[in-house]
Each structure stands twice: as C-alpha cells, then as structure tokens.
T-cell receptor
C-alpha cells in the first residue's frame, strides 16, 4: 500500500540529546513537510522540501534540521538547541500538479516526542 | 500572508443534530481550501477540498463545505452527527496557485467536536 510512514510512534529522550525522526513516503510525491502540533495551536510548519537536496525553513525552524538526500525520505533532527521539544510531530507530502501548483497534503501517523 | 480563523475551539452537538464548524480565511491569492480531521494520536485525514469550480464541495463521511468568496468563509457542515464524528477538525488554506508556490498550508487552531448520545 502507498503511504507515509513515521517512526517511531513514541520517542523518549533526555534533555540535551539530539534525536532524529524518520519520515518515508512511497507515493512518489515531490514535496515533503514537517509540522509540529501542540494542544490548541494547530499545526506549525518547521521545514519543507520541494526537490532532493533542497529545503526551506518554515515558521518555526529554530532548533531543528532536515535533509533530503532521497525523494522518498525527509528525516527531521530535533537538536538540543530546541527549547521546548516535547510535541507531536507530523510529516506530510504532496504531488506537484501542472503549472506549478500542488495538490492536497497527505499526512503520516505522527511521532510523539517526550523530552524528560 | 495567509491566515485561518476557526471560530470555537470546542463544539458540542447531540447525535443526529446538525454539525457546523466555522472557518474564515485571508489570502492574497485565490485560495485552495481544505478541511482535515484528526482522531486522537493519529495523523490528519483529508475530508474535502476546494480548488476551483463548484463552490459547494462534498467530502467523505457525509461532510460538505461551501466556499463563499464574499464572506471569505469555508464552513464545514454535516446534516446529522454520528458518535464516530467526534474528533478534531482543522481548516487550512494553501498558496498552491502559481509556479513559485511550494504548496504550503496555513492551518487554523482546530475545533474539537464532541458528540453526545
């Protein structure tokens, strides 16, 4: 089945440690996105990528890093510089339509990160 | 810049009653609009979308929404609520028109729908 996978589902880390969240898609989508979700704040965009080896900062990129070495993979690293990393993290992807537009985003199941 | 406002962070209805979740947006370009649903500890699932054409769009699970440009609104409705509709709902606007867009979505704060028996 085609879709987006995120692993692990739950992740616990000690304060000061970097941690990498996995996101893989087999939909052959061009663009991939990372969001952070906190209660009552909706979803906030961390990073996004349209093509391999290229990505852009979203609204809350500080303390995060990404890479896009393969079309199907877009891992997110939460660094020790992120002040409040405990949150639910969602990965999404979308396909480029003709004339530059994009269709809707498809979401993975999410990773809940808890920093102790 | 785009923004989305969902009126009411919590909405409670009785089973069988009308569901109305409100969404207003601002956008500098003709928008693409979306409604997503999220069940606890899960990702978001697309309910419906408006891109072009008919302003009344039908989605999954009996939901529909109407794009009203003059009111900059995209309210979500369902004639009869079911217990399984209890979830959090997000309205989103995209900058997906034009060759330079990256398909970025701006989300509202979300509305938690509770359905009482």
């Amino acid at each position: 089945d085609g879709g987006i996978t995120q692993s692990p589902k739950y992740l616990f880390r000690k304060e000061g440690q970097n941690v990498t969240l996995s996101c893989e898609q087999n939909l052959n989508h061009d663009a991939m996105y990372w969001y952070r979700q906190d209660p009552g704040q909706g979803l906030r965009l961390i990073y996004y990528s349209q093509i391999v080896n290229d990505f852009q900062k979203g609204d809350i990129a500080e303390g995060y890093s990404v890479s896009r070495e393969k079309k199907e993979s877009f891992p997110l690293t939460v660094t020790s510089a992120q002040k409040n990393p405990t949150a639910f993290y969602l990965c999404a992807s979308s396909i480029r339509k003709g004339q530059g537009g994009y269709n809707e985003q498809f979401f993975g199941p999410g990773t809940r990160l808890t920093v102790l | 810049a785009q923004s989305v406002t969902q009126l009411g962070s919590h909405v409670s209805v009785s089973e069988g009653a009308l569901v109305l979740l409100r969404c207003n947006y601002s956008s500098s370009v003709p928008p693409y609009l979306f409604w997503y649903v999220q069940y606890p500890n899960q990702g978001l699932q697309l309910l419906l979308k408006y891109t072009t054409g008919a302003t009344l769009v039908k989605g999954i699970n009996g939901f529909e929404a109407e794009f009203k440009k003059s009111e900059t609104s995209f309210h979500l409705t369902k004639p009869s609520a079911h217990m399984s509709d209890a979830a959090e709902y997000f309205c989103a606007v995209s900058d997906s028109r034009g060759g330079t867009s990256y398909g970025k979505l701006t989300f509202g704060q979300g509305t938690i729908l509770t359905v009482h028996p």
